[in-house]
């Protein structure tokens, strides 16, 4: 049975920084694309970063671009997300997912990932 298990979120002042950290259990890590997605009160969940099997191929959003960096760890199954230059709008709930897949390309949507972490909060005050 996969498991997701999320962390590092917390209270930040805009301009700060935060990493996000996600375990991965239950199944071959290196089989998976591994992303990061955000919810906000009264949104939907939206796709923020995904990283490929290998972590050769990354893919953000337009408004993290620049200022967050996804990346993962094979040898301990471990995806990160450092969030740099934190604004009061990246506030939510960050959740980790994974897609089984060993595509080049990164590629993640709400629809086609397989497993999801429990989220863990964020926010930025201004």
């Known amino acids: 049975q996969v498991q997701l298990v999320d962390s590092g979120g917390g209270l930040v002042q805009a301009g700060g920084s935060l990493r996000l950290s996600c375990v991965f259990s239950?199944?071959?890590?290196?089989?998976?694309?591994m992303g990061w997605f955000r919810q906000a009160p009264g949104k939907e969940r939206e796709f923020v970063a995904a990283?490929?099997?290998?972590?050769?191929?990354?893919n953000y959003a337009d408004s993290v671009k620049g200022r967050f960096t996804i990346s993962r760890d094979n040898a301990k199954n471990t995806v990160y997300l450092q969030m740099n230059s934190l604004k009061p709008e990246d506030t939510a709930v960050y959740y980790c997912?994974?897609?089984?897949?060993?595509?080049?390309?990164?590629?993640?949507?709400?629809?086609?990932?397989?497993?999801w972490g429990q989220g863990t909060q964020v926010t930025v005050s201004s």
């Open positions: 997912a994974s897609r089984y897949s060993r595509a080049i390309i990164a590629t993640m949507s709400p629809t086609t990932v397989d497993y």
């Open positions: 239950g199944r071959p890590f290196s089989t998976y694309t």
């Open positions: 990283v490929s099997w290998s972590g050769g191929g990354t």
